[in-house]
Structure formats: C-alpha cells, structure tokens
C-alpha cells in the first residue's frame, strides 16, 4: 500500500522495500526503514544527537542541524559534542554518563553504513545486528570522509536510553550529492520527517 509524505515540498511515495520493510524514494535518494519496534503513544522528549559520519567539522553541522529541526520551541535536543566536548571518544562509559547526567530517554546515532568493521573484532555484530548499549565501536571514533558525486549511504539508529534497546532504524541513500553541505541538509530533511512521521519525537 502507498502513501504519500510532504518533506521540504518534496512529495514522497512509500513502496514495498526488500527483506520485509519498506523503501521511501525521492528525487535525490531513498530511505529504507529496517527496525520499528517503537510504540507511537510515547514519544521521546529528551534527545540525545550522535553523528559519526564524516570528519568532525561534518558531525558538528550535521549534530546541530538536525537538534535545530527539533528544538525551535522547546530544547528536545542536545547535540553530543556539547555534552562531551570536542572531538571526545564515543566509548559506552562516555554515553552512559552523559545519558545519566542530563537524563536523556533516547538517543538518535548516525552513521556511514559500514562503518561498523566486522574484522576489527570477531564475533561482535554488525550491519543490522549493530548494537551501540551491548559494544564498543572504537571504528566509530575515526573519521569517515564523506565522498560526494555518488551514492552515499547513512544508517539512522534510535535507542531507548531507559530500556538501552535499539527500537527503531532506517539506511538513507543519496545520489548524486554535489557538496558535503549538501549531504548534510538533505539527509537532515529525510531523517526529521521519517523520526516525526513516525512519532518518536515529541513535538
């Protein structure tokens, strides 16, 4: 079944997707939704917002772009280099205190698909079975240059800060992406309408 999603005055249309989820297209890429174990009736409040794709300038604008979508009224937001400082280590001991200091009940992740390395340690999953609560990641902590001109490929993860479980995920594709600042905004736009369409943000 279709049905349609106005973002940034694109119109978007939802079509049945490979292994089991379901792929929105637009002119400039396509989002394919891989977990959604999020109940509606609950939305989050308190955000925590991780970038790990690009360089560190890149995860900064992308982190406060994406806080800025969400926070016009209210902070609903944080961006996590204002929590940690810049350029810390993203570590599970790191992420845990900053969620128990401000208290934050989810945590939006993205990242380059296929950042995560499944040689660098054997046996811990990878791909859709990538778990920020369960594992290190320490390939997260260096850079990840974004190559414009072809295909660039993000995975959007949320997590559950109290019941520290992945609920919800999505792969964003790009074409034919021109600048990193282009990127950036059009991966910001998708992201935004994908996490409100599906009410996960309180707003």
Same mark, same amino acid.
């Given at each position: 079944?279709?049905?349609?999603?106005?973002?940034?005055?694109?119109?978007?249309?939802?079509?049945?997707?490979?292994?089991?989820?379901?792929?929105?297209?637009? #002119?400039?890429?396509?989002?394919? $939704?891989?977990?959604?174990?999020?109940?509606?009736?609950?939305?989050?409040? =308190?955000?925590?917002?991780?970038?790990?794709?690009?360089?560190?300038?890149?995860?900064?604008?992308?982190?406060?772009?994406?806080?800025?979508?969400? #926070?016009?009224?209210?902070?609903?937001?944080?961006?996590?280099?204002?929590?940690?400082?810049?350029?810390?280590?993203?570590?599970?001991?790191?992420? =845990?205190?900053?969620?128990?200091?401000?208290?934050?009940?989810?945590?939006?992740?993205?990242?380059? $698909?296929?950042?995560?390395?499944?040689?660098?340690?054997? =046996?811990?999953?990878?791909?859709?079975?990538?778990?920020?609560?369960?594992?290190?990641?320490?390939?997260? =902590?260096?850079?990840?240059?974004?190559?414009?001109?072809?295909?660039? #490929?993000?995975?959007?993860?949320?997590?559950?800060?109290?019941? $520290?479980?992945?609920?919800?995920?999505?792969?964003?594709?790009?074409?034919?992406?021109?600048?990193?600042?282009?990127?950036? #905004?059009?991966?910001?736009?998708?992201?935004?309408?994908?996490?409100?369409?599906?009410?996960?943000?309180?707003?």
């Amino acid at each position: 079944m279709q049905r349609l999603r106005h973002v940034a005055l694109l119109v978007l249309f939802v079509v049945p997707a490979a292994f089991g989820g379901c792929a929105t297209t637009q #002119s400039s890429g396509t989002i394919i $939704k891989t977990l959604d174990e999020f109940d509606p009736e609950s939305p989050f409040r =308190n955000v925590l917002v991780i970038s790990v794709a690009g360089e560190f300038p890149t995860r900064v604008r992308f982190e406060q772009q994406l806080v800025a979508e969400f #926070s016009a009224d209210e902070p609903i937001a944080t961006p996590f280099y204002t929590i940690v400082g810049r350029q810390a280590q993203l570590t599970r001991k790191v992420l =845990n205190e900053a969620v128990r200091a401000r208290e934050f009940d989810a945590i939006i992740l993205t990242r380059v $698909k296929g950042q995560d390395q499944a040689d660098l340690a054997p =046996n811990r999953p990878t791909g859709h079975g990538f778990e920020l609560y369960l594992y290190d990641y320490e390939e997260l =902590n260096i850079p990840a240059p974004i190559t414009v001109g072809s295909t660039v #490929s993000f995975v959007v993860e949320v997590y559950d800060a109290r019941a $520290k479980k992945k609920v919800w995920a999505i792969e964003s594709l790009l074409f034919d992406t021109a600048t990193v600042e282009t990127v950036i #905004s059009d991966q910001v736009a998708a992201i935004t309408a994908e996490l409100i369409e599906d009410g996960l943000i309180g707003i």
